[in-house]
């Protein structure tokens, strides 16, 4: 069964510096690989996705992530912290397309 | 354009009450997943439709949830009798197949509080 293991549940960072969320995922087949983030009291948004192609995949406010299927990562980063990107960050994977299992969720905090 | 409506934002009932949630997905879109968020649990995929049939619903707790989909524009998560333990926020999620994936758009949710 698919499986995903965000390490951290909380991740503190000060504006500026690197943003490091990891992420690995157990899937029997080449997997469809997402992050979303979840701002407070709102619903979750899709950052970016792997499907197929290019492993390092760029998606909005700056965000890229690399799946890296001998380490069976899909690890997201984003070179400068922004206030505006505290939030909760999920990331899911998915073999069979219409369905996605999450990760437990990283809780991102940027110090000022 | 519209993004995925859920009614009501918030809703807050007595144990042993009905609570009924609602879902109005993206125009066009042919899929539609009903979530639950809670702390413990984190977020858990309760049932998901194609062309308003349901196609699993492993994700169920148990008999006193049900969910509808009557048609393509609506569809009900229908808690009785509702308990404590069944407070979480729900969110209701809709996607287009793509042919290889789906991205699924979320609702803002609705944050059931059962006293």
């Known amino acids: 069964a698919q499986s995903v293991t965000q390490l951290g549940s909380h991740v503190s960072v000060s504006e500026g510096a690197l943003v490091l969320l990891r992420c690995n995922y157990s899937?029997?087949?080449?997997?469809?690989l997402f992050w979303y983030v979840q701002y407070p009291n709102q619903g979750l948004q899709l950052l970016l996705k792997?499907?197929?192609?290019?492993?390092l995949v760029k998606g909005i406010n700056g965000f890229e992530a690399e799946f890296k299927k001998s380490e069976t990562s899909f690890h997201l980063t984003k070179p400068s912290a922004h206030m505006s990107d505290a939030a909760e960050y999920f990331c899911?994977?998915?073999?069979?397309?219409?369905?996605?299992?999450f990760g437990q969720g990283t809780r991102l905090t940027i110090n000022p | 354009d519209a993004g995925v409506i859920q009614s009501p934002r918030h809703e807050v009932t007595e144990m042993g009450q009905e609570v009924t949630l609602r879902c109005k997905p993206i125009?066009?879109?042919?899929?539609l997943f009903w979530y639950r968020q809670t702390m413990m649990r984190g977020l858990e995929l309760l049932i998901y439709?194609?062309?308003?049939?349901?196609?699993?619903d492993s994700g169920m707790p148990e008999d006193r949830f049900s969910a509808k989909m009557p048609n393509a524009s609506f569809s009900t998560l229908k808690i009785q009798p509702s308990e404590p333990r069944d407070s979480a926020v729900y969110f209701c999620?809709?996607?287009?197949?793509?042919?290889?994936?789906?991205?699924?758009?979320f609702g803002p949710g609705t944050r059931l509080t059962v006293l």
């Open positions: 999620a809709s996607s287009l197949w793509a042919g290889t994936y789906n991205e699924q758009f």
């Open positions: 899937s029997s087949v080449p997997p469809y």
């Open positions: 792997y499907t197929t192609g290019a492993t």
């Open positions: 899911a994977v998915s073999e069979i397309a219409q369905k996605l299992v």
């Open positions: 125009s066009g879109h042919d899929y």
């Open positions: 439709f194609n062309n308003n049939v349901p196609i699993d």
